[in-house]
């Protein structure tokens, strides 16, 4: 067994405190001030542990380099990247869905190819070939909400949790895409050369998943 720190990437968000709230029950010693800290590199000795703060899109890419032996990310975002690395473990943590939406006045025969707007133009890509529909997708990095409102977009695909943004905004749900939940990630080199560092962690948060599941 390795002596070296294992190099943890995770997202800023609600991702990162129900993670942080996972690695706890799973044993691992977080201090109380982790959450509040502003760093990127985060270094918990007593755990074993690097941690880097990241934007979630780019989780996969820091795991994927090397950087970051595990990481931790959502399934839209392994969807959109596509990355070469090891999804190992469903974490069953910040549970959503990806969703179609558009305003309540929509009428889907009035254009040809309509615009979907989406931070997932990959996913979305796919998913609409798949229902063989033929679309132009516009990228956009946030407030996905915006496009049917200003007429930038028909229709758009993003993340939905509770509803509760896109009722605000006055956009309703068309059909629900796929449920999407956070995922263990893996360097494929990292699980060579750590693999009892990385089994023992998988283990442990496979065990509290699975006695959070018995509870409920």
Same mark, same amino acid.
């Given at each position: 067994m390795s002596n070296e720190n294992l190099t943890v990437a995770m997202p800023k968000g609600r991702i990162?405190? %129900?993670? #942080?709230?996972? @690695?706890?029950?799973? =044993?691992? &010693?977080?201090?109380?001030?982790?959450? %509040? &800290?502003?760093? @990127?590199?985060?270094? #918990?000795?007593?755990? =074993?542990?690097?941690?880097? @703060?990241?934007?979630?899109?780019? #989780?996969?890419?820091?795991?994927?380099? =090397?950087v970051a032996d595990v990481g931790v990310a959502g399934k839209d975002v392994m969807i959109e990247e596509k990355r070469d690395i090891y999804e190992v473990l469903d974490l069953k943590i910040s549970a959503c869905y990806m969703a179609v939406a558009s305003l309540p006045s929509y009428n889907p025969n009035s254009e040809v190819a309509p615009k979907i707007a989406s931070k997932y133009p990959n996913l979305t890509s796919e998913y609409f070939r798949e229902q063989g529909e033929q679309v132009e997708i516009i990228k956009l990095n946030g407030s996905i909400e915006l496009a049917p409102i200003i007429g930038l977009a028909d229709r758009i695909v993003d993340i939905v949790s509770t509803g509760q943004t896109l009722k605000e905004n006055g956009l309703v749900e068309l059909e629900t895409m796929m449920p999407i939940t956070s995922r263990f990630i893996v360097n494929p080199v990292s699980y060579r050369t750590k693999s009892a560092e990385i089994d023992e962690m998988v283990d442990r948060l496979a065990d509290v998943i699975a006695a959070k599941e018995g509870r409920e």
């Open positions: 990162f405190d %129900e993670a #942080v709230e996972l @690695l706890r029950k799973a =044993g691992y &010693s977080l201090p109380p001030e982790f959450e %509040e &800290s502003r760093k @990127l590199i985060i270094e #918990v000795p007593e755990a =074993g542990m690097r941690f880097i @703060l990241a934007k979630p899109m780019d #989780v996969p890419t820091y795991v994927e380099h =090397g």
